[in-house]
């Protein structure tokens, strides 16, 4: 209501919007009911974790800092997030005693990080009576996750591989063991949801079997192409993504994803993912897709449009049919003021390198990426420059603008340091802009100074700072 009819908008924990208003009025007729899109609704940006930012924009996602008096959340219980074989079946414990418990591989059992023998009912029995344990513990989540370790090598035994056929491969024979569980899970507990993973080798739907009612497969689309909607793009990759949610939303009506915002490897580059945010959403919401988990940049603040994108995502997870230029134009003049136009230059013509549909890109490409060209990035230094020219009066909008232009100074500081022009002054003087901008938008506003890339930890940091002191030649 106020977001509606009073223009109170939460584009950030450091900048809301609440218009003085002489009077606050509402249609007389009004009369609506509105449903969302998805029931788990996670906009996975740190930001977003906030309790304001999140109850505000309509997020209820499992990291969000939410209790039942904001409306609550769609939490995972009693420690199961993800990858929880190795914490419900541990090696310590039971290798030593009941190798048969473990994957064989090569005919032999396999001790350390593997998957659990899932033919073996001993194995069924433990991880039944240690979730249903769990859920005594914490019984007020919504979810529970059944699923498989974070690496291939799963079971080859005579029995696994009897069940892996018959049910149309490993997804088979994985749905076969976390049925039964849910199905013990379900008599005590009729409203959890056990969730599982279909994942690298288990993505492909099974067949001769299907999910319980109170199953939730969850799909992630890590090895896609975000350039464009996952059921436009012609990547194969892609295309076999689309193949497998279809399979699987015709086995179910509970789906979950776990999709991917940001470049992982460059948090601060240039990541134009925006033409395919709204496509994908749709797409899952046709699917039976119930709860999205839109995972960003969620361990710092300094994350590529980090605010556009958690804001752009919280709205479209509650609708995903809502008018998306409105949404960009309305984050953009609220957020940048003054200086929305030459943002939302730069914005166009950034996304524009990636309209040929022959471009594809994945969440770790490097800025040297050849679409990102020399030209272009001068071209958006001077755009950036003079939009902090506009909004110099204004600390916030400023502080906003300049946070903003980051990646414009990373993404050529990386193309410098990549093509080894690393003493000319060009470097220095691109390094010194990055520092500045870096430590002016750093923990003073936003929190204290994050692992802002995680792969490199902040010895990336040091190493722009070592490049800005370097003499001019
Ligand atoms: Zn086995």
Redesign the pocket.
Known sequence: MLERFGGCRWYASWRTVLPRLEYFAVPAALDETQVPAFLMRESFWVDHFNTEMAYHNKGNGNNMNLEKRHGGKIRFGGGLFVHTLDQLVPADEFYGTHPEYF??IDGKRQNGYVQR????PDVLRIVTERVKERIRKDPDAGLYSVSQNDAYKF?T?K??NALAERYGGQSGLLIWFVNQVAEEVEKEFPNALIETLAYQYTRTPPSNIRPRHNVVPRLCTIECDFASPLDVSTLPDNRKFVQDIKGWSGLTDKLFIWDYTTNFQHYLGPFPNFGALQGNLKFFRDHHVIGVMEQGAYQGYHGEFAELRGWILAKLLWNPDQDMEALIDDFMKGYYGAAAPLVRKYFDELQSLVANPDIHFNIWFPPTVPWLTDDFLARATILWEEAEALVNDDPLLRYNVRKSSLPVYYARYKRLEANEKRDGEQFRSVAAELVRHFDETGPAEVGDRPIFIRESGNEEYYNWVKAASVPAP
């Not at 023998?117 to 073996?120: D, F, M, R």
């Open positions: 994957s064989e023998c899932l033919s073996n079971c035994c029995d696994c």
